[in-house]
């Protein structure tokens, strides 16, 4: 049976692969995509999706690449 760990890993993966990039790198489109799934709904008065577009995705995206790199299993 898979940890929850596991549970989250993939389901990250999943995300980062929604946009056809790898799954350890997160493209804004599936950044866009995850906040959207998971925290519009309960958030929307705050608009996060602006926000992560806006502040959280530039900020934590690797310097200089168009993807936040998400590291795995180590």
């Given at each position: ?59 934590c995206k690797e ?5 936040v790199f998400l590291?795995?299993?180590?």
């Amino acid at each position: 049976m898979a940890s929850g760990g596991d549970d989250l890993v993939a389901k990250f993966e999943e995300f980062c692969t929604l946009s056809g990039g790898k799954k350890n790198e997160m493209q804004s489109k599936a950044v866009g995509k995850m906040v959207k799934d998971c925290l519009e709904k309960d958030y929307k008065k705050y608009d996060v999706k602006s926000i992560c577009d806006a502040s959280v995705f530039p900020t934590c995206k690797e310097k200089g690449k168009p993807y936040v790199f998400l590291l795995t299993g180590q």
